[in-house]
């Protein structure tokens, strides 16, 4: 579906982005994962065809973007980190105007209109000036005029931000329906966006990518120390719990056990992951495991590896 | 010429619904009103005069509403960041711009359409022809395309309104110093810098006194012409900064 070759872009002499080289596949839904300033809204913006590169080229659907860009507009949704709005007009109307301008007849938006609004649950406010819309609303108003004109591929800039709680999940869930018929790629420095909503990533940081793979993959081979909790019921026979954990092959530190309900909660050490080793020693010793799981994130310690312990990005 | 078309719509339904074109038809109407009583009816004069006195006085507040009417086109946009999509939708930088400009140039055409009363006023009393009043608004039109078109440049340089209507003022008034500078240089240059002017040869010389000559309509049409080419070279500039 996209094809970017060594692409590069330079504010004056300040380097944004690049050379950078990837591909993605048609139905992949691929994150873009980095901090602040790390080049992610400049490389959504060369591939939606809103800036262009200093170098290098994109190849969307097998069109290039440089030559030959209406004709890869056509097969783009984008939806920028600000939202493109008119808040003078209606939410009906500033649909059809966005689905005219990417070429669509009246018969075919009057059809399409009416399931965007439905999809994004935007029925109710239609008729309603998008000036007096909440954020939310506003956002998933953003999202609609990306998809009105069915477009291949989706382009999401960091599509959750200055979402409350409640309106992330909807989001979250919107872009999973979205998965299903669109090529999507979606930028975000909210490591818990991409995990839960990409199939692959790729990580940003001072203009390169600096990882990729899926998050198995990335955290594969990124991580070689690992914290693991394991809750127990508590033993009514005083077993020596932490002795079971300690013969584990790969746990270095078995930690003090918290107690709660009725429950014991072990963080274990380990220098690989014993995740499985831990659950078979535990269930085989016969105690009754209740969780099992990393502390931290794997894909969080993955991402501050690759963008250097938490260092902001220089560009 | 569809997307044209597309913009063209919004973008007039946008003067209209919003308060900012109305203030501005306002505010040119009310003050040529004033102008006109205080230069065209408080003396006894030549109906001919008091005709050539509306046009000069209309000819000012045409640039100026031009301009106001043109700095939000584009700034505003970069400002809020809807231009993002009509950058991202499959349509020339040159729609883009006609667009705007056309929608305009017809609320403009709206508000010079809106003064016509003074003249026929005018007419009822004097000896005037109907011709006159036509070429001196085709005159303003043009004038006021012109200012549009200076206006939706200095829009395209910056994404602050503001400063577009300092630079679009700024661009404007050179435009009528020609004249002036001409005076002081030598030929072949003093012919050559007068004739660039927008308002004391073209207009003041022509359409202000009834006479439409094709030089000065092609004159206004070049500088028309000559700005919007401008502005798309500017928004196509843009994307690759």
Known sequence: MINVTNLSKFYGAKRALGPVS???EDGEAVGFLGLNGAGKTTALRMLACDL????????VDGVDAVADPHQVKQRIGFLPEAPPLYPDMTVIDYLRFAAELRGMRKADHARRIPDVLERLQLTDVAADVIGTLSHGYRQRVGVAQAIVHEPKLLILDEPTRGLDPVQIIEMRETIRQLKESHTVLI???????ISQTCDRLLILGRGEILGRGTEDELTATQLDVKQVVAMVR?????????GVLGKIPGVTDVAEPRTMHGTLTYVIDCDQDV????GRALVGAGLDLLRLDSVHSELEQTFLRLVGEGGHASN | MRATSIIYRRELAAYLRSPAGWIVAAAALLIEGILFQIRGLSQEQLSADVLRQFFWSMSGVTMFAAIILAIRLVAEERQTQSLVLLNTSPVSDLSIVAGKFLAALTFLGGILALSVYMPLLIKVNGKITASQIIVGYLGLWLLGAAYLAIGLFASALTRHQLL???????FGGVMVMFYQLGKVLDPP????????DAWWGHFQGGFMIGVISLENVVYYLALTYFFLLLAVKTMEAKRWQ
């Open chain 1, 22 to 24: 990837f591909q993605i």
């Open chain 2, 164 to 170: 577009a209507g300092v630079l679009g003022a700024l």
């Open chain 1, 234 to 242: 508590a033993p009514d026979d005083g077993r020596d719990v932490a």
């Open chain 2, 189 to 196: 240059f003093r012919d050559v810098v007068s004739h660039l």
């Open chain 1, 187 to 193: 930028s975000s420095h909210i490591l818990s966006e």
């Open chain 1, 275 to 278: 995740r499985a080793a831990v």
């Open chain 1, 52 to 59: 262009r590169p200093s170098s290098g080229s994109i190849s």
